[in-house]
């Protein structure tokens, strides 16, 4: 009996210094469906919830730079809140992540129409989107990794093709949390999927971002109607409210009226990143905790949101989540790419396979 307690102590440390992937469950959907809650966890004691229902990180913890540990993701501390309707807390977003103008666009000459859910605009996927899904999961163990696949049908929330999905979340010994999303369809289909997490490196309910710093190298961004949707022209964030070329504090300009950058109304802006391959698209910095997040990816947008809409959303531990308490930096194709011809194309063909990777690295300073 000792020598067994000595062993599975040695085992325990072990996994510990190697990282590990654990899985429980966590409840069930409204169908009866069993749902499952992982956590993945380095040597250094950082630690990522991540549960099959939408994909959702439902926690990232990470220490300031006193080693104080803090949850940095909003969210909730049960499966059933993510059941109902919220603000895409933390969860994949997808078939197509963003707006797409009309609910309808056209591909190889036949018009699609999908769920038109924000007015008569399209957005994260429609109704039965991806973060309403329980995806199949499997841990690799391995790789400090869990796996997520998906299929989605042909003519599910009106998009052509059958999906075959396959999302990968990994946590490294450097302190990045890697997503890799694969895609392959069985006939010509448009495909764009984020991660929706909103972010307070301060720790989730700790107040609002506004005295975050936040560096975003682009030098333009889609220019949009009211509803948000592009009109199709690539405008300079030069000199304006949206310059985050050098680091500024997310609440310096956020009030600015100055049209049609924010009206006052807040960030949500989609950037046009430089550059291919896997590149930096921010870095966001709570000077009080010293927390680091930097966002690196190979898509060619993102999209910086500032929580705009929270309005009295009960969270973790009982938090109350207001207005600009939570920003989101979702990587992504532009938005309404399906139908600008001039922005690059989201289309996916059955010859081709859809990859993208972004990764979140957090340090402190």
Same mark, same amino acid.
């Given at each position: ?9 040695? &085992?325990? @440390? ?19 469906? =069993? ?23 439902? /926690?990232?913890?990470? =220490?300031?730079? /006193? ?6 993701? @909003? ?6 809140? #993510?059941? $109902? ?17 009309? /609910? ?7 018009? #699609? ?6 007015? +008569? ?33 042909? $003519? ?5 093709? +059958? ?5 990968? #979340?990994?946590?490294?010994e450097t302190n990045e949390l890697q997503i890799r999303y694969h895609a392959t369809t069985d006939k010509p289909t448009v495909v764009n999927l984020t ?31 009211? /509803? ?5 022209? @690539? ?6 409210? &949206? ?13 600015? =009226? ?5 009206? $006052?109304?807040? #960030? ?5 990143? +430089? ?13 009080q905790s010293g927390r680091v997040m930097e966002v690196f990816t190979t898509e060619l947008g993102v999209q910086f949101y500032t929580g705009n809409h ?12 207001? +207005? ?16 600008? =011809?001039?922005?690059?194309s989201a289309t996916l063909r059955s010859s081709e396979t859809y990859l993208h990777q972004t990764t979140f690295r957090f340090s402190t300073e």
């Open positions: 009996m000792i020598f067994r307690a000595i062993l599975a102590a040695i &085992l325990t @440390l072990s996994l510990c210094a190697q990282g590990a992937v654990t899985g429980k469950l966590w409840g069930a959907t409204a169908a009866g469906k =069993p749902v499952e809650l992982f956590t993945l966890t380095n040597a250094k004691g950082i630690k990522a919830q991540i549960t099959n229902y939408g994909g959702i990180i439902v /926690a990232i913890k990470v =220490p300031d730079k /006193a080693g104080e540990i803090a949850d940095v993701v @909003l969210g909730f501390d049960s499966l059933a809140p #993510y059941l $109902g309707k919220h603000p895409h807390f933390g969860c994949l977003t997808g078939r197509y992540a963003n707006r797409i103008g009309g /609910a309808r666009f056209t591909l190889d000459g036949v018009e #699609y129409l999908v769920t038109a859910n924000s007015g +008569k605009n399209h957005i994260h996927g429609g109704k039965v989107n991806f973060a309403t899904i329980v995806w199949e999961a499997r841990i690799l163990a391995e790789e400090n990794a869990l796996e997520l696949r998906y299929t989605s049908a042909d $003519g599910e929330e009106g998009f052509p093709g +059958k999906l075959d999905c396959r999302v990968t #979340y990994t946590l490294t991660n929706h997490s909103y972010f307070n490196l301060a720790g989730e309910g700790s107040g609002d971002v506004l005295g975050h710093e936040l560096m975003i190298p682009a030098e333009q961004f889609t220019a949009t109607d009211d /509803a948000l949707i592009p009109t199709g022209e @690539l405008e300079t964030v030069v000199d304006s409210a &949206l310059d985050f070329n050098t680091p500024h504090l997310i609440g310096e300009r956020i009030e600015s =009226p100055v049209k049609p950058i924010l009206q $006052g109304k807040g #960030y949500d802006h989609n950037y046009v990143l +430089k550059g291919q391959g896997m590149k930096l698209a921010a870095r966001a910095k709570d000077p929270l309005k009295g959303i009960t969270g973790k531990s009982g938090h109350i989540y207001e +207005k600009r308490q939570g920003f989101c930096l979702e990587t992504q194709k532009f938005p309404d790419s399906p139908n600008k =011809p001039q922005f690059p």
